[in-house]
């Protein structure tokens, strides 16, 4: 039976959910280890993905893109962060901000699928 990322990434965020720095340390040093012996260190990405969207969802944390033609400034930066927290329900939001000159007017914003 072949284990999936998103498996791995389950497992790895139970095995250090609520640990001190120095056990997630040790925990994370024993995962690679595991996945070097089995050959597994080409789908270290897919796990670190996986596992980036596990730990969002459980600590309600939420990435998003804002893209506009000629960049935003701080105070809209906020706003859009507050308007996607309350959209989302999340406690935290992550806004990426993208410039794009092909856009004519206004912002883009993307969040969860």
Do not use: C
Request: hydrophobic content about 40%; glycine content about 6%; cysteine-free.
């Amino acid at each position: 039976m072949k284990i999936k990322p998103k498996q791995f990434a389950l497992s790895l965020y139970e095995a250090i959910d609520g640990k001190t720095s120095a056990r997630v340390k040790s925990v994370i040093e024993k995962f690679v280890e595991l996945l070097a012996e089995k050959n597994m260190l080409t789908k270290a990405d897919k796990i670190s993905s996986e596992f980036i969207k596990i730990w969002n969802e459980k600590h309600g944390i939420v990435e998003a893109s804002a893209t506009s033609a000629n960049g935003l400034d701080k105070a809209s930066i906020k706003l859009l962060e507050n308007y996607i927290a309350e959209l989302s329900g999340a406690k935290e939001v992550v806004l990426n901000e993208k410039i794009d000159k092909n856009i004519l007017g206004g912002v883009v914003i993307r969040y969860s699928d």
